[in-house]
């Protein structure tokens, strides 16, 4: 049983997942490991993620590891129907369709988990938070679960702090080949793609806005630099503004800043970072669009009830919002993330890292199924020191090992 758009676009969905693969070398290397050991023989797994090509590929990846897998999407508008069509001509259950409504979008993340999954791989933390409050009855058979994005990390510490987890979850966001590479190069990348895509307009010469310089931002706002933009930054964390500032960038606070951006990317995980009295003070054709997880962080829900009107823009992702000051602002991709809404997401190389880590984790969650506390869990330093030595191979590159008279020099105090 699966519920995708249309099976016929199967062909073209498999073409995208043969071009990932071909470039993801470390799920190579992990699926070899895999057929042999079949880590996920007899298991149970439901998958919600960005469901593309990258995806695909390690979607895969489990089922060559056994695992009876379920799959579903994390966001209304990043699956690719074609891809999902692939998935299920080559015998996966998959519940997801490009654009579907909030009410849809639940039913399948609840089809993917009725069949009881004994491992969960998350994004957002929509499919955790879903077993926690209306499928409670499955908790008992879960054995751990993985979450892929900062915004499910800190729903699962805020689960953890008020003591209603209910199995172990593996922080995949935070090992460092995760946010290295993929918050910053990946989002850094995919996001200019995706503005690119929608608007056809330069970046050179243009002021840019990028709110929040985490590890996402951080990456956006050294594209936009690269691309010859002027960038400002807003920060509510006074050692992150500063490093801004340090890094090259104009620091202002929103409202300052709201006057002359001509471009506003957000990736804070907050909400309504931009609204009503910063859309106000927009100039004329502002563009306005958001790389953190939720769509929360433009308030578009203002801009659709005090606009005077609206239009469609270049394509279907920018509209337009006239307000009672004449000016018009523009919203990429609904206000969510643009990369994927609006693009393929992060670049081939980098997910073939993170979703490295996601396959090992689980396969971690399965080696040690009767030891893991229930609680938020890092992903082991030997996961992380794997799938760098993984990439380092890949790419060819070596690297120097300390010798015994180092490793001792190293951990001695009385130098
Ligand atoms: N688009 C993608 O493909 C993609 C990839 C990875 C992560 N994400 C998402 O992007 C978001 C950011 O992730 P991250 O890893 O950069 O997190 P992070 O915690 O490293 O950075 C977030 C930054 O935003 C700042 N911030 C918080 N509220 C703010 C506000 N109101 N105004 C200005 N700054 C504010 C914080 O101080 C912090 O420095 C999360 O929602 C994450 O899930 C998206």
């Known amino acids: 049983m699966s519920e995708i758009r249309d099976i016929s676009l199967a062909p073209s969905g498999e073409k995208k997942i043969a071009w990932a693969r071909r470039y993801m070398p470390l799920l190579r290397s992990v699926e070899e490991d895999f057929k042999k050991d079949k880590p996920f023989a007899g298991l149970k797994m439901t998958v919600s993620l960005h469901l593309e090509a990258k995806s695909a590929v390690l979607c895969r990846v489990l089922m060559e590891g056994g695992a009876d897998l379920r799959i579903t999407g994390c966001n209304p508008l990043s699956t690719q129907d074609d891809v999902t069509a692939a998935l299920v001509s080559r015998g996966a259950e998959v519940w997801s369709v490009y654009g579907c409504t909030p009410e849809e979008y639940d039913r399948h993340m609840a089809e993917a ?12 933390g929509d499919l ?3 077993l926690h409050r209306s499928m409670r009855s499955l908790l ?6 993985c979450e892929e994005t900062t915004t499910g990390v800190i729903r699962l510490h805020a689960m953890e702090r008020e003591g209603a987890l209910r199995f172990p979850m593996l922080t ?7 946010h290295f590479f993929d918050n910053r190069y990946g989002t850094g990348q995919s996001v200019w ?6 608007t056809n307009l330069v970046v050179a010469g243009k002021d840019v806005v ?11 706002a050294m594209r936009a630099k690269g691309l010859g933009a002027r960038v400002t930054v807003t920060e509510v964390d006074p050692v992150k503004a500063l490093e801004a500032m340090m890094d090259g960038y104009e620091v202002k606070t929103m409202d300052e800043a709201a006057g002359y951006g001509d471009v506003f990317v957000t990736s804070t995980g907050c909400n309504k970072v931009i609204t009503e009295r910063h859309f106000e003070k927009m100039k004329d054709g502002a563009i306005a669009c958001n790389a953190g997880h939720f769509n929360v962080e433009v308030d578009v829900e ?7 009107s609206t239009s469609e823009g270049r394509t279907s992702v920018t509209k337009g919002y006239t307000l ?7 919203v990429l991709a609904e206000g969510r993330l643009v990369n994927l809404a609006s693009g393929d997401g992060h670049p081939v190389e980098i997910m073939d890292m993170s979703f490295a880590i996601q396959a090992l984790a689980a396969r971690y969650i399965a080696d040690h199924r009767d030891s893991l506390p229930c609680s938020v869990i890092n992903v082991p330093d030997e996961i992380d020191f794997d799938v760098a030595r993984r990439k380092l191979r890949a790419s060819g590159m070596t690297i120097d090992t300390l010798s015994e008279e180092q490793r001792s020099y190293l951990n001695s105090w009385a130098l």
Do not use: Q
Not at 213 to 219: A, E, I, K, L, S
Not at 302 to 308: D, P, R, Y
């Open 193 to 198: 793609d995706g503005i690119n895509r929608a």
């Open 113 to 124: 988990l009725s069949f009881g999954p004994h491992i969960v791989i998350d994004d957002g």
């Open 128 to 130: 955790v938070s879903m």
């Open 324 to 330: 009672e000051n004449g000016r018009t602002i523009f």
């Open 140 to 145: 008992p058979g879960v054995i751990g679960g």
């Open 172 to 178: 995949v966001n935070d090992a460092r080949c995760k």
């Open 302 to 308: 203002w801009l659709e009830k005090h606009a005077v």
């Open 210 to 220: 990028v709110a929040g310089y985490g590890w996402c931002g951080r990456g956006i």
